[in-house]
């Protein structure tokens, strides 16, 4: 039976660590700030933003929550992303995904200052992740997926790994993630997709497997090789006439029949879940401590203003 990787207990070390560079932070006279914008009334969404910010005040971080109308018009959110971008006690933006469709996000992402951009969508960072430049903001689910590997002494090095799905907001980064050259990555990887021939001998081969295709228990034992390690990203709801909700949550994965033949294997929910938020809140700090002052009105103009090490 596979080992179970328990998302809730490493993202809390990581949280350990975080309060201990925040402590530093703030000895210096800076609080790491994170502004959550909240476009429409989405209840998922909301759960997620209330979620964030409840984890900011835990942490003593500073929070600024704005949950702004339905009716919020592109300008009106470019003018808060703007009036973000240039203050100074903040030093994370998100903007919840997804907003209103009058809404163009891509546009919303650019308008970012990349130093801020907390979810590491703008092109900026992408482009230092495909660079390799260690000062870009990585998104913060790939960033989960490796550290959990990490902490659980699962060695990337040299590994085959599989990622199913590519999507710009896990698969792909995750890919470019894991195949960078240092020695917490330097993984052999394979992107597959929906137009992928072969599936299963290609996700036999895994080494370690990563799903993230938002196909409810997809995954089952004949995809994966006796010792594979197993992550599940997906987040489905699948209907459940004894649950309360009238749903409950399962992931990519089918978990039970996997588990007999991997080695080790994340739970949903339970796994990357909590990795992904803890991640958030370390890709605060890192901004926080790499352009302490917060933004300014050319943010590339000047590449490293009032830098705090
Ligand atoms: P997208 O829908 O953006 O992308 C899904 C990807 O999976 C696409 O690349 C798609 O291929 C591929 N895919 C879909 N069906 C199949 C199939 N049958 N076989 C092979 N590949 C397939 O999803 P996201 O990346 O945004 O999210 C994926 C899952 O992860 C969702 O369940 C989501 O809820 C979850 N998630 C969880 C997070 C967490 O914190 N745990 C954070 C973010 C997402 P193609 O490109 O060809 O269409």
Known sequence: ???????????????VDLRHEIADLKSKGVTPGLAVILVGDNPASRTYVRSKDKMCRELGL???????????????????????????????????????????????????DPRKDVDGFHPENIAKLALGDPTGLVPCTPLGVQRLLIESKIEIDGAHVVVLGRSMIVGKPLALLLMQKNKNANATVTVAHSRSRDLEKITRSADILIAAIGRANFVRAQHVCDGAVVIDVGINRVKDAVSERGYRLVGDVAF??????????????????????????????????????????????????????
């Not at 990787?5 to 809390?12: K, L, M, P, S």
């Not at 302490?292 to 590449?303: F, I, L, Q, V």
């Open 62 to 112: 500073h929070s600024m929550k704005f949950e702004l109308p339905a009716t919020t018009t592109q300008v009106e959110l470019l003018a808060r992303v703007q009036e973000l971008n240039h203050d100074p006690a903040i030093h994370g933006i998100l903007v919840q995904s997804p907003p209103p469709k009058q809404i163009d996000e891509a546009a919303i992402v650019r308008a970012l």
């Open 256 to 309: 039970d029949e996997v588990a007999t033949k991997a080695s080790a294997i994340t739970p949903v929910p339970g796994g990357v879940g909590p990795m992904t938020i803890a991640m958030l809140m370390s890709n605060t700090v890192k901004a926080c401590r790499q352009f302490g002052r917060g933004g300014s009105p050319e943010p590339t103009a000047n590449a490293n203003p009032a830098r705090i090490d």
């Open 1 to 15: 039976m596979a080992k179970l990787i328990d998302g809730h207990a490493i993202a809390e070390k990581v949280y």
